[in-house]
């Protein structure tokens, strides 16, 4: 069973930029979450969405957003770049929402800003 | 506010010791507490979880010790081996919601 994939693995986006990173999770999961993950800040929750729709947010300025298509895949959109916006952004899929369970991560995308 | 507050940030261990890592929450709401396990170049990967309603749960080396009272969590990993080098994050959530509160990670090395 393919795991959770995110593309692209590695990109570098100067200041002003925007950036779209993709999640194809688990076959039949339906909830895809993103969290950020800095050295500093640890993992933080960007977003969960079900069934095309976003269930939870996180604590992020409007630059941060996000969306799920009818197959489960999901996508998010970094605008206007700033330098703080360098990270490893990681999907997670599990299989529903609801009922905190195991969240199944990718290996993630990193993000540089120059 | 920093929801979940995680202790030590790296810790070292002699193969066969025990490694200890230490966790304590704010929200009294919270009702599902794992851990995860992450290897460099890799996502987390779930390693074990509780929920409040027992103080102890144990899976293979690995066992979770929770302190509802005291709001604190820890992991205990017993017999540690050089695979077990990796970093660990505790997490937080309420259980009928999908958003994790993490800790900020304690990168555990195992000495040979």
């Known amino acids: 069973k393919a795991g959770v994939t995110q593309t692209p693995r590695y990109l570098i986006k100067t200041r002003g930029q925007q950036v779209t990173l993709s999640c194809s999770p688990i076959?039949?999961?339906?909830?895809v979450s993103w969290y950020q993950q800095t050295p500093g800040q640890g993992l933080q929750f960007l977003f969960e969405?079900?069934?095309?729709?976003?269930?939870n947010k996180g604590n992020f300025p409007g630059r941060f957003s996000g969306r799920q298509f009818s197959n489960s895949r999901s996508e998010m959109n970094v605008s206007t770049l700033e330098l703080g916006d360098s990270a490893l952004y990681l999907c997670a899929s599990s299989l529903v929402t609801g009922e905190a369970g195991e969240l199944f991560f990718g290996e993630g995308s990193r993000l540089t800003v120059l | 506010q920093q929801q979940v507050k995680q202790s030590p940030q790296s810790l070292i261990v002699q193969k066969g010791g025990i490694s200890i890592i230490n966790c304590a929450y704010e929200?009294?709401?919270?009702?599902?507490f794992p851990w995860y396990q992450q290897f460099p170049g890799k996502g987390p990967a779930l390693l074990i979880a509780?929920?409040?309603?027992?103080s102890e749960k144990k899976e293979g080396r690995f066992t979770i010790s929770f302190n509802k009272s005291a709001k604190q969590f820890s992991l205990h990993i017993m017999d540690s081996q050089p695979g077990d080098s990796a970093t660990y994050f505790c997490?937080?959530?309420?259980?009928?919601?999908?958003?994790?509160?993490f800790g900020s990670g304690t990168k555990l090395n195992v000495k040979p």
């Open positions: 969405y079900f069934s095309e729709t976003q269930r």
């Open positions: 929200n009294t709401a919270f009702d599902y």
């Open positions: 509780i929920r409040p309603d027992v």
């Open positions: 997490a937080a959530s309420l259980y009928n919601f999908n958003k994790f509160y």
């Open positions: 076959s039949g999961h339906r909830s």
